[in-house]
């Protein structure tokens, strides 16, 4: 029997991390794939991987990682081989859910050592998205420790992997580096964990950081102060322009990515109406590339070829992307290593 514990030793928000546990994940993974790692020094553990959203890289790479330390790891993808999950507190469930996520994660952790949730962002109420309020009553259910595998509010492990793989490219000194994040067109509103743990990543890592989007794709403030704070901190700059052009001159490191701007908490038509048509003509292509300093193109992956990104950039020796999903593996191996105590 476990007791519930409010010091556990979660992984939720990479903030959570100083800057010296954040870089001694970040060497153990560089340090794990150089010696392509596998060593069953987790041999007795068991790693719950809750999806309550889909995947591919996040789910496989996590159940590589465990398997190269020797850990199992089992899958739980409610209404998929598991019963539906109600995530709301307080609901009357005489609905088509069958289990409240309350009982499941108690019980899922008298089982396994650690979970891993999936809990994209509702879109639907801004403050319990960036307050991450599912995330928070998951931990509070759990008693075992819980990593993030992207909540509404952030994506610390894709922030981990993006960390890596600009450690790679700048042979570890990206301070100084310019970074752009630019929001790109979508048929789909997507949430903003990415992007917000996107410049959270660079402007830690010492990086010149700049967010290149529509005035209507404006991140929260709550997050974007926090990210003047870090690049305070590291004496560097922060920034956003609305001119992408501008934005992109003398890049050295173009992160792509596509959001739902904060308008569709409150007029999804309107939103929906701006990111497809008003700016479809933010579609990242060569001629962007061209005014860059010789850029990296980076992006967390899946992508929508010639909407997000064109072909001639993705498939150009200046895109990082497939190097970026493969560091996913490692870092969260060096993750699973520091939860476990094995760092
Ligand atoms: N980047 C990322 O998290 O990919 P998946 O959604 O495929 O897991």
């Known amino acids: ?112 050592d650690t979970i891993g949730v999936r809990a994209f962002a509702g879109l639907e109420n801004l403050d319990e998205d960036i307050e991450d309020q599912l995330m928070q009553d998951i931990v509070q259910y759990a008693t075992v420790p819980v990593i993030n595998m992207e909540s509404a509010r952030e994506h610390p492990c894709q922030a981990l992997a993006d960390g890596m793989t600009i450690l790679e490219q700048f042979d570890q000194k990206p301070q100084g580096k310019k970074f752009v994040l630019s929001w790109a067109p979508h048929p789909k509103p997507l949430p903003m964990a990415v992007p917000n743990s996107a410049l959270e990543i660079a402007s830690r890592l010492g990086m010149e950081v700049v967010l290149a989007c529509p005035p209507e794709m404006t991140l929260d403030k709550r997050i974007l102060d926090g990210i003047e704070h870090n690049a305070n901190h590291h004496g560097t700059r922060f920034s956003i322009e609305h001119e992408q ?32 048509r008003e700016y479809s003509n933010w579609t990242i292509d060569q001629s962007l590339m061209s005014v860059t300093n010789n850029a990296s193109f980076m992006h967390c992956l899946p992508v929508r070829r010639n909407v997000v990104v064109t072909d001639s950039v993705l498939d150009s020796p200046r895109a990082i992307h497939i190097d970026e999903a493969e560091n996913r593996l490692h870092v969260q191996k060096a993750v699973l290593m520091k939860l476990w105590g094995l760092l």
Request: charged share 25%; hydrophobic share 40%.
């Open 1 to 112: 029997m476990k007791n519930n514990s409010n010091d556990l030793s979660h992984f939720i928000h990479l903030s959570e991390w100083d800057d010296s546990e954040m870089m001694e994940v970040l060497s153990k993974a560089l340090a794990l794939k150089k010696e392509n790692y596998r060593n069953p020094v987790a041999r007795e553990k068991v790693l719950g991987l809750i999806f309550l959203n889909p995947s591919l890289r996040t789910k496989i790479s996590f159940e590589t990682a465990a398997a190269h330390l020797g850990a199992a790891s089992t899958l739980i993808q409610p209404g998929q081989g598991t019963w539906t999950f109600e995530t709301e507190t307080g609901a009357i469930m005489d609905g088509d859910r069958t289990e409240h996520l309350k009982e499941a994660i108690q019980v899922i952790s008298r089982y396994v």
């Open 245 to 276: 052009e501008r934005a992109f001159q003398d890049a050295d490191v173009i992160y792509g990515k596509s959001w739902a701007g904060p308008i569709v908490y409150t007029d999804p038509d309107e939103e929906h109406d701006l990111r497809t």
